[in-house]
T-cell receptor, first 114, second 112 residues
Framework: NAGVMQNPRHLVRRRGQEARLRCSPMKGHSHVYWYRQLPEEGLKFMVYLQKENIIDESGMPKERFSAEFPKEGPSILRIQQVVRGDSAAYFCASSPPGWSYEQYFGPGTRLTVT | KNQVEQSPQSLIILEGKNCTLQCNYTVSPFSNLRWYKQDTGRGPVSLTI???SENTKSNGRYTATLDADTKQSSLHITASQLSDSASYICVVSASSNYQLIWGAGTKLIIKP
């Protein structure tokens, strides 16, 4: 049973470009969470999705950021018109139904904005 | 405001020694507390999950304690190994929602 997959592992974008981060949850998991981690800081919740539904996006900036988890395929975190402050590690976690269950984390995508 | 604070910020110990990491939280209402290990450049991996009624829980050389009255937890590592070098993160879940409140972590370095 493969773990949570994220790609790419490293992504370099110039200011103003778009960044697309992908997350494939563990088999059987229908819940996906996205987190952002700045250097030397803890993880910060961004968004919680179930298939075709955004449950909670309270941690996600209102502009330039969007997330989806379609019926088929991976969850996508999209950052439009990236700025230097978007440089961070973005982690995806998945869990089976029920918020109190364990969250299993992917290896993260390190975004660098130049 | 829901917060999780960890101490020390960083710790260096010799291989084979024991150490204890601390976590204080102000999350309410409390649901559970988790300790994660995060290796450099990797995603966090769960070590333990403790609910309100659990005072202590072990996972190999890792033993976590929880005092729900004082809102404190500790993670004790015995007979440390070089592979224990990582950040250890205390995470608290509020029963009012599914969001996890993350501490900033303790960076542990084991020296040979």
């Amino acid at each position: 049973n493969a773990g949570v997959m994220q790609n790419p592992r490293h992504l370099v974008r110039r200011r103003g470009q778009e960044a697309r981060l992908r997350c494939s949850p563990m088999k059987g998991h229908s819940h996906v969470y996205w987190y952002r981690q700045l250097p030397e800081e803890g993880l910060k919740f961004m968004v919680y999705l179930q298939k075709e539904n955004i449950i909670d996006e309270s941690g996600m900036p209102k502009e330039r950021f969007s997330a989806e988890f379609p019926k088929e395929g991976p969850s996508i975190l999209r950052i439009q018109q990236v700025v230097r402050g978007d440089s961070a590690a973005y982690f995806c976690a998945s869990s089976p139904p029920g918020w109190s269950y364990e969250q299993y984390f992917g290896p993260g995508t390190r975004l660098t904005v130049t | 405001k829901n917060q999780v604070e960890q101490s020390p910020q960083s710790l260096i110990i010799l291989e084979g020694k024991n150490c204890t990491l601390q976590c204080n939280y102000t999350v309410s209402p409390f649901s559970n507390l988790r300790w994660y290990k995060q290796d450099t450049g990797r995603g966090p991996v769960s070590l333990t999950i403790m609910t309100f009624s659990e005072n202590t829980k072990s996972n190999g050389r890792y033993t976590a304690t929880l005092d729900a009255d004082t809102k404190q937890s500790s993670l004790h590592i015995t007979a440390s190994q070089l592979s224990d070098s990582a950040s250890y993160i205390c995470v608290v879940s509020a029963s009012s929602n599914y969001q996890l409140i993350w501490g900033a972590g303790t960076k542990l370095i084991i020296k040979p």
